[in-house]
């Protein structure tokens, strides 16, 4: 099997796939694990929300609440998974930047010790372009929605 079938293969990410894929790395990568992808359409991230995280040291002190930026954050690291399995850029070391961020609604705290999960859908893609529509739930609650665009630095041939 090639390597491109491999990846196509995939429907699964575990963390060291993750890093194969996209370039984020402690303390700002977001994702533990990616579930139930469908090459080129959709997939699930899911991050476990923990106490010992650092930005609960100063958001804020005595509530901590996972910040709202970072779950958008965590929903495009999804998608830049979903996308580097779609586009076989496993161990290619492509990097991702974020176009446009649009119609942002948070529907209820997220806290340690939550599960969130991050449901990205493809809207529009297959190039360098993506444009992606988000939700992240925690027990089926839904915490945020948005749609996000995102540019991938694609390796040279």
Not at 35 to 62: A, L, M, W
Not at 63 to 68: A, R
Not at 72 to 99: C, H, P, R, Y
Not at 129 to 139: C, E, H, I
Request: hydrophobic share 45%; with cysteine.
């Amino acid at each position: 099997m090639d390597a491109n079938t491999e990846a196509r293969a995939v429907t699964n990410a575990d963390l060291d796939l993750i890093q194969r894929i996209i370039p984020h790395r402690y303390p700002f990568l977001l994702i533990d694990k990616v579930r139930d992808v469908v090459i080129n359409e959709s997939c699930v991230g899911v991050k476990c929300v923990t106490y010992n995280e650092p930005q609960f040291t100063g958001h804020f002190p005595g509530m901590p609440i996972f910040p709202g930026v970072m779950i958008i954050e965590a929903m495009a690291q999804t998608s830049g998974v979903l996308v580097g399995l779609s586009m076989d850029l496993v161990d290619k070391n492509a990097k991702v930047f974020f176009m446009g961020v649009d119609g942002v609604k948070f529907r209820r705290k997220v806290v340690p010790g939550d599960v969130l999960e991050l449901h990205v859908k493809a809207l529009r893609g297959g190039g360098k372009v993506w444009k992606f529509s988000g939700r992240a739930t925690v027990d089926g609650e839904l915490a945020c929605e948005a749609e996000f665009t995102a540019m991938f630095d694609l390796p040279k041939a």
